[in-house]
C-alpha cells in the first residue's frame, strides 16, 4: 500500500451516522492488541473544540510534556487528523498504522466506518509513540462516538447547540445528552455553567460521581493566539482542564499556561489567509458558530472599517441552514457547493438568504475556485472576503491557496 491507495481504501469505507456505537471500535482495539497508557482528555461540544484541543495540545507542550493529538476532520491531508507534539504524522507512518490494521479489519464481516478507522489509527499511532498525554476530539455527538472506546480521566464539554439533529436527536437536551455520554466514572468534567446543555450534564456528572470544574471568570481574560470573541470562553475550558491536569499530579505553571495559549496555531478558526484585501477562512458550521463569528467580525469592523463584507458561503445539508443563513450580515453574498457528498445544494439557500435583509447582494457560483476568484476580483483594498459555513469549504479553500 502507498499513501494514495490507503486513503482510496479509507474512502471507500462507509461513512455511518446513524445506528453508530462504540462497539465495533472497541472490537477492533481488542483485535489489533491495542492499549493505551497516557493521560487521555476527551473534548465534546458543538462549537470550540478543536480550538480547546490546540490550546490544551500547546499549553502542555511548553511545559514539556509529549503530547497526542487526534482531531476531525481535516483541511487539507488525512495526516492533519494525527498529531504528535505539534507536528502531523508523515504519509509513511499514515500507510504503516493502516496496513497494521488491515488483519483486523479483514476478520470483520461488515467493515468498521472510516472514521472507526481512523480512530483506532490514532490510538495505534500514539500506543507506539507513548506520550504523557492524548486529547481526542469527538467527531459526532460522544455517547456513541468511536472516540468514546478509550477511559478517559478528562472530559471538557464546550458549547452546545443544536446540529446533527437527525443523529443525535432535535432537541439541546437530547444533543446534551449525547455529549454527556463521554463522562466516566470518577473523572474530572470540565463544563460552563452557562452551556445550553448544563442541567443535562450535571446530572450525568453526578450519577458517574465525577469531579465538576467550572471556569472562573477571570481566565477569560487571558490572551490567545486566536482571533474571535468566542475564543475567550475555549480559554477558559482549556485552563480549567489544565487545572485538572494539576489535579492528578502534573506540573504546569502559569508560564506554561501564558506562553502556550499566545502559541496556540488553529487552522480555519478566524484565520487570516490574505491581508490585502483581507480574507479571513473560519469553520463557523452551525448557528451559534455563525453568531460568534458575526460578532468577531463586527468588533474588527470597528478597527478596520470595512468598506464591504464579501461573503463566501457553503454548507451541509445535515445543518440548520437556514438559521444559519439568517444570522449574516453581508454587502455580497457568493453561495457556493462544498466538496462532499453531505452538501447542500446552494440553490437551496437563495429563498432564505433573500428573507435576510442584513444581505444586499446574492450570487450563486457552484464551483469553489470560481467562487473564490469572483469574491478576489470584486474585492476592494478595504474590503473583507470572509470563508465560512463548513471546516469541508474551509479546507476546500486553504488547498487552492497552498496551490498558489
Request: glycine share 6%; with cysteine; proline share 2%.
Amino acid at each position: 500500500m502507498n499513501y494514495l491507495k490507503s486513503i482510496k481504501f479509507i474512502e471507500s469505507l462507509q461513512v455511518k451516522f446513524k445506528k453508530f456505537n462504540t462497539l465495533k471500535t472497541k472490537k477492533l482495539l481488542k483485535l489489533a492488541g491495542i492499549k493505551l497508557n497516557s493521560i487521555i482528555i476527551h473534548v465534546a461540544g458543538s462549537n470550540g473544540k478543536g480550538s480547546v484541543c490546540a490550546m490544551l495540545e500547546s499549553i502542555l507542550l511548553q511545559q514539556g510534556y509529549s503530547v497526542a493529538l487526534n482531531t476531525s476532520p481535516h483541511l487539507i491531508d488525512y495526516t492533519e487528523r494525527f498529531r504528535v507534539n505539534g507536528k502531523n504524522i508523515s504519509e509513511k507512518e499514515f500507510v504503516e498504522a493502516l496496513e497494521g490494521l488491515m488483519p483486523a479489519i479483514n476478520l470483520f464481516k461488515k467493515k468498521p466506518s472510516s472514521f472507526e478507522v481512523l480512530t483506532v489509527m490514532a490510538a495505534k499511532i500514539f500506543a507506539e509513540k507513548k506520550p504523557n498525554f492524548i486529547i481526542f476530539e469527538t467527531g459526532m455527538g460522544g455517547r456513541l462516538d468511536a472516540t468514546n472506546a478509550f477511559k478517559t480521566q478528562i472530559q471538557v464539554i464546550t458549547d452546545i447547540s443544536l446540529e446533527h439533529t437527525a443523529s443525535l436527536g432535535n432537541t439541546i437536551n437530547k444533543i446534551a445528552s449525547e455529549k454527556a455520554g463521554i463522562i466516566k466514572e470518577k473523572s474530572f468534567v470540565i463544563v460552563r455553567k452557562d452551556n445550553a446543555g448544563y442541567k443535562v450534564i450535571k446530572k450525568k456528572i453526578k450519577e458517574k460521581k465525577a469531579v465538576e470544574l467550572n471556569p472562573k471568570k477571570e481566565f477569560e481574560k487571558m490572551k490567545s493566539n486566536l482571533l474571535g470573541l468566542h475564543q475567550k470562553r475555549n480559554v477558559s475550558l482549556a485552563v480549567t482542564a489544565i487545572n485538572a491536569v494539576k489535579k492528578l499530579g502534573f506540573k504546569v505553571t502559569e508560564k506554561s499556561i501564558e506562553k502556550g495559549l499566545m502559541k496556540v496555531q488553529w487552522n480555519a478558526r478566524m484565520q487570516v489567509i490574505q491581508k490585502n484585501p483581507l480574507m479571513i477562512v473560519d469553520g463557523a458550521h452551525n448557528p451559534e458558530g455563525i453568531k460568534a463569528l458575526m460578532n468577531s467580525v463586527q468588533e474588527l469592523n470597528k478597527e478596520k472599517k470595512f468598506s464591504k463584507i464579501i461573503a463566501v458561503f457553503g454548507v451541509l445539508k445535515d445543518k440548520n441552514f437556514k438559521e444559519m443563513i439568517s444570522l449574516l450580515k453581508a454587502d455580497e453574498l457568493i453561495l457556493t457547493k462544498v466538496i462532499t457528498h453531505r452538501a447542500l445544494e446552494p440553490k437551496k439557500l437563495i429563498k432564505s438568504a433573500k428573507k435576510n435583509k442584513g444581505i444586499k447582494k446574492i450570487k450563486l457560483i457552484t464551483s469553489i475556485p470560481y467562487a473564490l476568484n469572483y469574491a478576489k476580483k470584486i474585492a476592494g483594498k478595504n474590503d473583507l472576503i470572509l470563508v465560512f459555513g463548513s471546516l469541508y469549504l474551509a479546507g476546500s479553500i486553504l488547498k487552492l491557496i497552498k496551490k498558489h
